[in-house]
């Protein structure tokens, strides 16, 4: 089992920053990927960015260039955002994936105001 915690959502305006972080805890030996989900309201959860065990990273064509996934001993992931768009304005949701399971946080609210 793993458990994870995000922190680190709030109210941003247009061109703010934010930095989200992720706690892992449990067996997290056993995870082999991690990553930031977001669903807005009405919309189905995307993925933002993932990174693996070997630190190979991949991002969302809309986030691209603004936002950097980064992790430190599968304890603890972050999503580095800048340039915060009113269109980012979703709940945020930290996964892990150890084996064929699927980890996921409560998530954090991020909001973007124009």
């Known amino acids: 089992q793993v458990q994870l915690v995000e922190s680190g959502g709030g109210l941003v305006q247009a061109g703010g920053s934010l930095r989200l972080s992720c706690a892992a805890s449990?067996?997290?030996?056993?995870?082999?990927?991690g990553g930031w989900y977001r669903q807005a309201p009405g919309k189905q959860r995307d993925l933002v960015a993932v990174m693996t065990s070997g630190a190979s990273t991949k991002y969302a064509d809309s986030v691209k260039g603004r936002f950097t996934i980064s992790g430190d001993n599968a304890k603890n992931l972050y999503l580095q955002m800048n340039s915060l768009q009113p269109e980012d304005t979703a709940v945020y949701y930290c996964?892990?994936?150890?084996?064929?399971?699927?980890?996921w946080g409560k998530g954090t609210l991020v909001t973007v105001s124009s």
């Open positions: 449990g067996s997290i030996f056993s995870i082999g990927a």
């Open positions: 996964n892990a994936k150890a084996g064929i399971m699927d980890y």
